[in-house]
């Protein structure tokens, strides 16, 4: 167990210390994003450090220097909101109110450092014993659970800020693979899945089963060893979500001066676009662009869709694609005719999110859908 432990440890501690120099020296994207994101590995990385420093016994020999770097777990979930805020809305700047959220890490480590060097280097050397031993007092646990908390409420809110882009982005593009924060999704549930396994593994001692602590411990160092290599695979390869969006509310419309007649002729006027034009074979059709053609406000337009046609710009545009695709799909006689090559041709660049959609739409998949298209046509001839 020492030796996977021995092995592991420090190889986390490199990649993610590798990460982030990574980040800061990373010209591409936005400074500001990969910054945050970069301190956050950076912090993370210390913390891994000072585990792996605390299993050789170096604290036991020079007691002083241990708990320096407690505080920083308290970092990580405001570095990760505040990433999560700058990928999704191009607008964010950190502010000098959010300093608030260091004052968390600025009680809990001048605090600390001063009740813990207000003892002597023996009652020091107590501690640290105490701590390798795993035998400490209640309300050692009880504030460990407060860090661990404050952590994951973080991650809770960054989640809800992810969630609110999602549909965002769904008012303002039709195609929204290239800037989704799945990834990000994906790395915000992992490490809090680790997280609370974590907490569990801390919390071991004092539930009375010390026996389960290493073996808990290999487990959580396993889960972020696969989790750092995971990031590095997946998170890394959409260099397309630090363009970032406006965070402006369209699902709103109280102050909105558009009268009923307006509204119709705006929405009689997109109809006759989208059926002459046919503008959503553009896979890369956005509602400003949609606005341009029809000399709207993108406001008004999001109002229309939203009040007359119940959709966002998403459904709606992605509506028209499916539409388009079933009459290809049911008209055409060739039978060497793929659904890959109708989806693109209707606008999709996603065989995922077509079949997704198209089942949603119809009860059944593209092929079966062709499938029973080709049958109809060959018994009508």
Partial sequence: MDIVLNTLLPIIILQVLLLAFFLFALKKGKKQSNRLLALFFLFLGINFSDGLIGLTGFYQQYPAIAHLEDGFALLLGPLLLFYTRSVAYEGFQLKTSHLLHLLPFIVLTITFQVFYHSYSQEEQLFIQKSIADRQLPPGFYFSVALV??????YFFLALKEIRFYQHRIKDLFSSTEKISLAWLRFLILTMTGILLFSLVNVMA????????????FAIVVGLFFLFVNAVVFKGLQQPEIFAGLEKKDTAKYTSSSLGSEEKQALKDKLIQLMENEKPYLDPEISLEQLCAKLDVAPRKLSQVLNELFGQNYYDFINSYRINEAMTILSNSPDSKLTVLEVLYEVGFNSKSSFNTIFKEKTGTTPSAFRKEALQKLAAST
């Fill in 205 to 216: 001692p004092y539930a009375g089963l010390d026996a389960w602590f290493q073996p808990t």
């Fill in 148 to 153: 661990y908390g404050h952590v994951l409420t």
